[in-house]
């Protein structure tokens, strides 16, 4: 599928990051199939770079889980499977309980009425059928929770467990129906914040995650 690849050009990156960005979107769209190998003399001649870049890409899709290397084989498009997500959601489930927890202690008004916007925001990208927007909106609504807390070392542990995810995040996402039921979760967990109430805010929390696993689940038994 390397055929339809076309490098996403900016000038304010690292050329390295730029074909990471390229390879990354056409793997979450399914333009790179799983298990599709990624080949550096192959990538480097259709994006017009030299391997070094393409092979620092490769190592930062493995970092995400978007990419893995089989001895004697090389590296390809990784596979989703049950236990992985099942593995990646079981931690962030933890760490959200303990954003959760300490959020509720912490968060000041300003970043109420950031989350309150935020929120919002969110809903309004469901509207507009841009996954990759959804996603985005997605992720900053959860990142003001995160910051929230106070905990840099909390921070930076669910952002690269978020990087891990973002491959199921997307696929959730591109289901429309589930999109109401987002968009109540994420007024449940304001409401909750707002009123300092943790019990009521871990529960969401739960059931947000717990609903994304059913969901890649038949997702990903669909693909097998």
């Known amino acids: 599928m390397t055929e339809n690849l076309t490098l996403n050009m900016n000038e304010y990156l690292p050329l390295r990051d730029v074909v990471f960005q390229t390879l990354r979107e056409a793997i979450l769209k399914g333009e790179l199939k799983p298990g599709e190998r990624l ?22 899709l493995e970092l995400e889980g978007l990419a893995v290397t089989i001895p004697r084989k090389g590296a390809e498009v990784a ?7 099942e593995d990646v959601l079981q931690i962030r489930e933890a760490l959200d309980n303990l954003a959760a927890t300490t959020a509720c202690e912490k968060i000041s008004e300003e970043a ?4 309150h ?5 969110f809903e309004e990208s469901t509207k507009t059928g841009d996954v990759k927007k ?12 995160y910051q929230a807390t106070g905990n840099p070392k909390l921070v930076n542990l669910l952002n690269n ?44 929390m739960h059931h947000h995650v717990e609903n994304q696993v ?11």
């Open 112 to 115: 109420l009425a950031q989350l």
């Open 39 to 60: 080949m550096e003399l192959r990538l480097a001649s259709k994006l017009g770079v030299s391997r070094t870049p393409i092979r620092e890409a490769i190592r930062m």
């Open 214 to 224: 059913n969901a890649v689940k038949e997702i990903i038994r669909e693909q097998e």
């Open 117 to 121: 916007h935020s929120m919002y925001e």
């Open 134 to 145: 959804i996603a985005e909106a997605d992720v900053k609504f959860h990142d003001i929770i």
């Open 79 to 85: 596979r989703m499977t049950e236990k992985d997500m």
């Open 161 to 204: 467990l978020r990087e891990q995810m973002y491959r199921y995040r997307v696929e959730y996402l591109k289901d429309e129906k589930n999109y109401p039921q987002l968009v109540r979760e994420h007024r449940d967990m304001v409401e909750g914040l707002s009123r300092r109430d943790r019990e009521k805010v871990v529960a969401v």
